[in-house]
């Protein structure tokens, strides 16, 4: 057993990654409770709780908050569990979960993904999602997977964008429909009225050293670095696709993320 990283990110949102012991993938995962309800993104790379205890993580989570929170008494706490992407490593964990009284698990087809957040014009629109006395907007983002999304914080600043946008490789699977989704991204992060104060994705493998990346299957990275981004990353990522044809094998390299045809 190896403990999950906690970190409060604001008195209502928690990052939680899965430890390297558990998985080299050591996604990250966000808890952020509203009113009305709470909203996990993603489940981690694994459905063994006795790698990683996702249930006990997120229930104990949930008391402390609602223990901070008084005037919330619904109970169980409704719990939305939905994905930045359904890659294996962002989904493994929806069973553990599935079976935890008053929670909802999101599918993972982009035809699910549509339906529950209500887009009429999927990808182009952003959708809201009310957690309750909390809104956090969902914008289409496929590109590197097809049922990709990306979730916005007002509350917070924090864009969240899964495996789309963060320190390491950015894998393209669909070079015209990432390039639309980074486009996408700056164009909400240009017009919104709450300002996107950074960027957090669901792994790290970048050094601290410019451009050097920790291979795939690395567990000890002591000089990752950090997982936030600037808003301005989206910029970089963008004209570094100006390099990036989708031929095997293509990458291009820049300080803080390496994007790779997938
Ligand atoms: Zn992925």
New binding site residues.
Partial sequence: MNDPEITWLSPDTVQIRQPKSSHWEAPFLFLLFGRARVLLIDTGATGDERVFPLRDTVETLTDTWLRRNPVVFTRPYPLVVAHS?A?R??IAGDALLAARPGTTVVGTTPAQVIAFFGFRSWPDETVEFDLGQRIVDVIGGPG??PSAVAFFDRETGILFT??TVLPGHL?VRDRSQYVATIERLQRFRDASTAPVRELRGAHVEMSATPGVVYPPGTIDQPDELPLALAPRILDRVRSALDEFGDEPGARVVRKRFILAAD
């Fill in positions: 992407h890659h490593d962002h590197h997977e899964g495996d894998y």
